[in-house]
């Protein structure tokens, strides 16, 4: 046990020091695994960062990229980005080549480690030819150093940088759903902090902790709580090979440690009840009180979720219906909420007294208040990040003395819990002068089974409009049907809010949101401003159409 964690690479040095043979990575290929011991890691881990210091400049800033999809060599590669005294900078997997381009020459990468992904054929036009290249082995990359090349050529191995606690561990992107991504400065004292509010609360100190890695590693949520939470608990990492792999893989892994985003929850639920046989069988099973049990731990295990000890939620809002389910089936879902700039942790929801509608209580060592004209929320902490990197007016921006701006607008209660009501920039002004909050009613849209995700809009409009991505299991039904259950889940949801906020229409789009073109970010968030965007011209159109529910 590490009695005070201290940064992510002293967290690691730490275990593979003392458990140098037990399982750090766990990477599946082929229905295989590869295993990676703490011992053989921190091999990897010198002579890697033994080169990667060999080859910086110290006339430029000593950063390094990441371009990968998640996998041990991500681990790996931002390991040894740390033991050689440098700066971790991560990319999406996902960007284009020109929101690449931007993000990689904004934050001054000397060398790119280029791993797993998709669409290298595209993504490498964004690479300026300045920067140093370094593929590793499951890399469709083969231009520049070969990473086995580094392992198998003899050099002096260096002796580690010891991080600095105000020094500069990594520099994170945000997703740019308001816009152009920035990078957020993370000191290495801020993450030994966060890890160390989590220690109990995230029973970090239990033997043979297991994650999974799938979502990000270039998320905060994602790097926090599987990354550097398991490396400080000595913990076992699994990853998902693919897309059709991944239920296979968290059975395989079993996680006592879990993370899933609402819309994966969502998907669990539908795969649940399609396997059952609906909603009343499974209530019907559920109510005999002597095979409930059964049919829960029946469940989880299908799952791969039967040994659990922490569920967690976050990246964005949570229906409170959907964790009122799963704790039927006996998943606590905890809902964390955060952001990139606040290290994801502003407040948690303790897992023996969950308030559903909130997102959780405060942390202890953080200080939280509404703003009184805004409704804004706005937090202080010993682990905020430093500013956004080369960007003084945006740093400015987010900071009211020590103060820093979510941008969320919130409410807290006697308990010290916290209620998200919406984005403060996300509120806009009908024609008859009030102004709508659009997030809860997107998120009420977004329940129906019928709806895979949702963007209302009315700017000047008298009403709001809730523009509709329509889910797979829609596109079994025919018009007339999916009309009539649409025209039903308005008549449900506008109740729930003011007159004002009543949706005057849905409108059915055609054109998918994607990440590719950019109405989505790549954690999967909508982005409302090129959504608005590209059907301004129409919604006066729409708004004064007869049918209710419209087809583009």
Wanted: charged share 20%; glycine share 6%.
């Amino acid at each position: 046990m590490i009695q005070t964690y201290q940064s992510n690479l002293e967290n690691f040095t730490h275990w593979a020091h003392n458990t140098p043979k037990n399982t750090y990575l766990k990477q599946p290929q082929a229905g295989n695994y590869t295993d990676y011991t703490y011992q053989e890691s921190l091999q990897i881990v010198e002579q890697i960062g033994s080169y990667l210091n060999e080859q910086l400049s110290d006339e430029k800033p000593k950063h390094i990229g990441i371009l990968a999809k998640n996998s041990a060599h991500w681990i790996l590669s931002d390991l040894a980005i740390s033991y050689a005294g440098a700066v971790s900078v991560p990319f999406y997997a996902t960007l284009t080549s020109e929101q690449l381009n931007q993000v990689l020459v904004h934050s001054d990468c000397q060398i790119l480690i280029v791993g797993k992904l998709d669409n290298w054929d595209e993504i490498q036009k964004g690479i300026p030819d300045s920067i140093q290249l370094i593929f590793t082995p499951d890399s469709p990359c083969q231009t520049g150093v070969a990473w086995n090349e580094i392992l198998t050529n003899a050099r002096p191995k260096l002796e580690p940088v010891l991080p600095k606690h105000d020094e500069l561990a990594t520099i994170v992107y945000t997703s740019g759903t308001t816009g152009t991504p920035k990078g957020v400065m993370i000191t290495n004292g801020a993450i030994a902090q966060a890890l160390n509010i989590a220690r109990e609360i995230a029973y970090l100190e239990t033997p043979n902790t297991r994650f999974i890695s799938y979502l990000p590693l270039c998320h905060i949520a994602e790097r926090n709580f599987v990354e550097f939470a398991s490396t400080a608990a000595g913990g076992t990492i699994y990853f998902v090979e693919n897309l059709d792999t991944f239920q296979q893989n968290l059975v395989q892994a079993r996680p006592s440690h879990f993370l899933a985003v609402p819309r994966i929850w969502a998907k669990f639920k539908e795969g649940i009840l399609h396997k059952i046989g609906g909603h009343k069988k499974l209530s019907l099973l559920l109510s005999i009180p002597v095979i409930r049990g059964i049919i829960q731990k029946k469940i989880q295990k299908g799952l791969g979720l039967d040994q659990t000890l922490m569920v967690i939620t976050g990246a964005a809002p949570m229906p409170q219906e959907l964790t009122a389910w799963f704790q039927t089936i006996g998943l606590y879902i905890q809902e964390a909420y955060g952001m990139t700039e606040n290290m994801g942790l502003n407040s948690l929801t303790p897992r023996h007294k969950i308030k559903l509608g909130t997102v959780g209580r405060v942390h202890d060592q953080c200080t939280t208040r509404i703003d009184p004209e805004t409704g804004e929320i706005q937090m202080k902490a010993n682990y905020n990040c430093l500013g956004y990197y080369k960007n003084q007016e945006q740093t400015d921006a987010l900071f009211d003395g020590p103060w820093l701006k979510t941008g969320d607008m919130g409410q807290l209660d006697s308990e010290n819990y916290l209620s998200i009501v919406g984005r403060v920039k996300d509120n806009f002004k009908t024609a008859k002068g009030q102004y709508v909050s659009p997030a809860p009613i997107e998120n009420a849209l977004s329940l129906h089974e019928y709806v895979e995700v949702a963007c209302v809009v009315g700017v000047n409009l008298p009403q709001p409009l809730g523009l509709v991505q329509l889910s797979p299991q829609a596109l079994n039904l025919s018009k007339q049907e999916l009309t009539e259950s649409l025209h039903q889940l308005l008549t449900d949801i506008n109740p729930m809010f003011k007159k004002y906020e009543y949706l005057k229409k849905l409108i059915i789009l055609q054109e998918p949101w994607t990440v590719e073109n950019a109405c989505l970010t790549p954690t999967l968030k909508i982005r409302r401003m090129q959504i608005e965007k590209n059907v301004e011209t129409r919604m006066e159109e729409w708004y004064h159409d007869k049918p209710t529910i419209i087809f583009e």
